[in-house]
Nanobody, 118 residues
Framework: QVQLVESGGGLVQAGGSLRLSCAASGRTFSSYAMGWFRRAPGKEREFVAHISGSGSTTSYADSVKGRFTISRDNFKNTVYLQMNSLKPEDTAVYYC???????????WGQGTQVTVSS
């Protein structure tokens, strides 16, 4: 079992920045990859970013590439999402997820709301 708790969401003006955190517990954190996803109002959940267990490999959705950075601290059992140059279309509930089993994100956090005003 893995428990995930997100934090750091809030209201920010367009062009601003936020950093989301996701604290994990329950299994050896460095042994599994992590991802960030988001769900905007009226839309399906979409992939945002992914990071390998070691942190050496990352990937991003085209819509956030160059603006968002995913990172992790395996000593603190925490994954981060630094979001810069935020746009109103980034408004969504953001979720972190753990990929304990290769190929599937099997554990999810409760989500944190990010609202970007224009």
């Amino acid at each position: 079992q893995v428990q995930l708790v997100e934090s750091g969401g809030g209201l920010v003006q367009a062009g601003g920045s936020l950093r989301l955190s996701c604290a994990a517990s329950g299994r050896t954190f460095s042994s599994y990859a992590m991802g960030w996803f988001r769900r905007a109002p009226g839309k399906e959940r979409e992939f945002v970013a992914h990071i390998s267990g070691s942190g050496s490999t990352t990937s991003y959705a085209d819509s956030v590439k160059g603006r968002f950075t995913i990172s992790r601290d395996n000593f603190k059992n925490t994954v981060y999402l630094q979001m810069n140059s935020l746009k109103p279309e980034d408004t969504a509930v953001y979720y972190c997820a753990a990929r304990v089993i290769p190929g599937t994100y099997s554990y999810w956090g409760q989500g944190t709301q990010v609202t970007v005003s224009s």
